[in-house]
């Protein structure tokens, strides 16, 4: 199976009262960064067969707005595993659930996103340390007893790669 990693977007200042946080929607720069994350991960020709989602409105919306951008069309599944104050026991209940699937997409929060994703790919005995920013995702190919990280991108280096993808389809123009 492939995971990808995908840590909601920028969504503004935290806020204290956590039911109104958990209604905290993006911001204009976290929709921004959903459009060239989606586009770069398309021009990556990443595929997914199902893209699950922490409930929290900034994680939704991160993944319906990168899943338009791969020209997802099944349904967003919203799961409580990926809220932020879900245990990497309720993450791999949620790996076995969704199991039967070769591709899937998990949105959702720090610290336990990261927390996920470096228990993920290292021994029982050690933690990796992996540090997701808001709008970067990781991509790991799970086996039975193992994992191997394949790439992690920055919203920094996605825009780059989208940008010179977009530059390099453009037609030359000549000079004579």
């Given at each position: 199976m492939i995971i990808h990693f995908l840590r909601h977007a920028s969504a503004g200042e935290h806020l204290a009262n956590p039911k109104k946080d958990e209604k905290r929607a993006l911001d204009k720069p976290g929709i921004e960064q959903c459009g060239y994350v989606g586009r770069a991960l398309n021009a990556l020709d990443v595929h997914v067969d199902v893209i699950i989602s922490s409930p929290l409105k900034r994680a939704a919306q991160t993944?319906?707005?990168?899943?338009?951008?791969l020209s997802y069309e099944g349904k967003l599944f919203l799961e409580d595993a990926l809220r932020p104050s879900a245990s990497f026991a309720d993450f791999r209940q949620l790996l076995n659930k969704y199991g039967k699937y070769d591709s899937i997409m998990c949105v959702g929060h720090n610290p336990n996103l990261s927390e996920f994703l470096g228990r993920s790919i290292s021994d029982a005995d050690c933690e990796a340390s992996v540090d997701l920013k808001k709008g970067a995702v990781a991509r790991v190919e799970m086996g039975r007893n193992s994992a191997v990280l394949q790439w992690i991108l920055?919203?920094?280096i996605l825009r780059e790669l989208y940008a010179a993808a977009a530059e390099s389809s453009r037609p030359k123009t000549s000079r004579k």
């Open positions: 993944a319906s707005l990168v899943g338009n951008e920055t919203p920094k």
